[in-house]
């Protein structure tokens, strides 16, 4: 008999994800702030972004999973069931985190690091020969 599965189907982990999504959009990052020249105090909201670390920890916070690391790695080929909705909730998360850099909501630096986006530039100089045969 094979191990229990504590997410029982791809589409429970759907549904899981759906009410992370949910929980992290509506409850904004309070940031303590000062504006004007009297330095009156006022409580800025800023979006939280979705990342797989967050949706980790949501599972194991609300005691559903311990690590989905094991459905997103598809440990010794026993979530084959999953890898769709995994893909799938890996793009949302990644879409939002760009799309938030992109739109200057979240740090776009951080950001490209996180998605692996890289801004090469190559420059390189051609000076003739002084003395042309």
């Known amino acids: 008999m094979g191990k229990h599965k504590y997410i029982e189907t791809p589409e429970k982990m759907w549904e899981y994800f759906i009410a992370y999504k949910e929980q992290v959009k509506?409850?904004?990052?309070?940031k303590h702030d000062f504006v004007g020249g009297?330095?009156?105090e006022i409580q800025r909201k800023l979006e939280k972004p979705l990342t797989m670390e967050g949706f980790n920890?949501?599972?194991f916070m609300n005691g559903i999973c311990d690590n989905a690391k094991h459905y997103f790695a598809n440990s010794d080929n026993k979530y084959d069931d999953y890898l769709t909705i995994c893909?799938?909730?890996?793009?949302i998360i990644r879409q939002d985190q760009i799309e938030g850099g992109m739109a200057g909501?979240?740090?776009p630096s951080i950001t490209q690091r996180l998605n692996n986006l890289v801004?090469?530039?190559e420059t390189s100089i051609s000076i003739p020969p002084?003395?042309?045969d």
């Not at 509506?26 to 309070?30: F, K, T």
């Not at 893909?87 to 793009?91: C, D, M, Q």
């Open 26 to 30: 509506s409850n904004p990052i309070l």
């Open 87 to 91: 893909s799938h909730i890996r793009e």
């Open 57 to 59: 920890n949501y599972l």
């Open 105 to 107: 909501i979240y740090n």
């Open 119 to 121: 801004d090469k530039q």
């Open 38 to 40: 009297a330095g009156k």
């Open 130 to 132: 002084m003395f042309p």
